[in-house]
């Protein structure tokens, strides 16, 4: 069983930076697929990025956000920079001992969400 933990959203200005953490219970932290996923009011959930032995990222956020992980620290991070109003959401760290899938019925842990908010 893994819990997933996030934290770190808040409200920022257009153009700014936030940085969200995934902290993980569990055993193997190291081998797991860790994802982070958005869902915006009346959207559907949407892949953002994920890291396993590599890191791979939507198109949307390619370039401004930056997945990593601390294995000692069984924690994943999401730096998020240039932050736009469209990148408005509650965000979701999940994982899964396969992957890293863009599919979120790919992972089968999730945490409970941190709302993002970017002001314009």
């Known amino acids: 069983q893994v819990q997933l933990v996030e934290s770190g959203g808040g409200l920022v200005q257009g153009g700014g930076s936030l940085r969200l953490s995934c902290a993980a219970s569990?055993?193997?932290?190291?081998?797991?697929?860790m994802g982070w996923f958005r869902q915006a009011p009346g959207k559907e959930r949407e892949f953002v990025a994920a890291?396993?032995?590599?890191?791979v990222y939507a198109d949307s956020v390619k370039g401004r956000f930056t997945i990593s992980r601390d294995n000692a620290k069984n924690t994943v991070y999401l730096q998020m920079n240039s932050l736009k109003p469209e990148d408005t959401a509650v965000y979701y760290c999940?994982?899964?001992?396969?992957?890293?899938?863009?599919?979120?019925?790919?992972?089968?842990?999730w945490g409970q969400g941190t709302q993002v908010t970017v002001s314009s």
């Open positions: 999940a994982a899964d001992l396969t992957g890293p899938g863009r599919n979120p019925r790919e992972y089968t842990y």
């Open positions: 569990g055993r193997a932290f190291s081998s797991w697929s």
């Open positions: 890291v396993r032995w590599s890191s």
